[in-house]
């Protein structure tokens, strides 16, 4: 079982609607929760992140964690063409350092 | 403030040769991070430093693979000798605290041929 798991894509939505990432992992002791966006050729960047139960949002994304199920969820409402990216889950676990996993990676199109 | 950064942006080699990665992280940032990202996967992690200390290498190929971190501050991540499948783009970032997010420089990419 891999340690942190993303819905397999490529994800394609049409302009204006709602897109929806998942993103599963193994290690029950983990405590911070991070969606990271990259484009095409660039590195990632940080838009969420999230470390206890329930919703958070901002602006156009919602990040939804649920410690019971080891899931975490990212929403984008109103999906725009430049929000076309590879999304990466990562997720730390406090007792290892710090270490931080990225799952494989959810490619996101969103067409005009 | 000041980004991640790294050199060189782009590196041709043969296999069997060698090649080192600069990284200078954010100012005050205690934790540095190195990443492979091959194409289309997600980074995984190399090795992780807590100041000038190493707290993760489980993932280094050890045995051509080596990294420092000098004073605390910048870092460099040598390959000796390289395979085909060490192309991919090799990610620093740097963290305040260990569990913050990350800030990544630009990358480096390396394809041996």
């Known amino acids: 079982q891999k340690e942190v798991e993303q819905n397999s894509g490529p994800l394609s939505v049409p302009e204006g609607a709602i897109a929806s990432l998942n993103c599963t992992y193994s290690?029950?002791?983990?405590?911070?929760f991070f969606w990271y966006r990259q484009y095409s050729g660039k590195s990632p960047e940080l838009i969420m992140s999230i470390y206890s139960n329930g919703d958070k949002e901002d602006g156009r994304f919602t990040a939804q964690l649920n410690k019971a199920s080891q899931y975490v969820s990212l929403l984008i409402r109103d999906s725009q063409p430049s929000d076309s990216a590879t999304y990466l889950c990562a997720v730390n676990n406090g007792n290892q350092g710090g270490k931080l996993i990225f799952g494989q990676g959810t490619e996101l199109s969103v067409k005009p | 403030e000041a980004g991640v950064a790294q050199s060189p942006r782009y590196k041709i080699i043969e296999k069997r040769q060698s090649v080192a990665f600069w990284c200078n992280p954010i100012s005050g940032h205690a934790t540095l991070y190195w990443y492979q990202q091959i194409l289309g996967q997600g980074p995984k992690l190399l090795i992780q430093?807590?100041?000038?200390?190493?707290?993760?290498d489980s993932q280094l190929p050890k045995d051509r693979f080596s990294a420092e971190r000098l004073k605390g501050v910048d870092s460099t991540l040598k390959i000796q000798p390289a395979k085909l499948e060490d192309s991919a783009v090799y990610l620093c970032?740097?963290?305040?605290?260990?569990?913050?997010?990350?800030?990544f420089g630009n990358g480096t990419r390396l394809t041996v041929t």
């Open positions: 290690d029950r002791g983990s405590q911070s």
């Open positions: 970032a740097s963290s305040p605290l260990l569990g913050s997010p990350l800030h």
């Open positions: 430093f807590q100041n000038n200390g190493v707290v993760d």
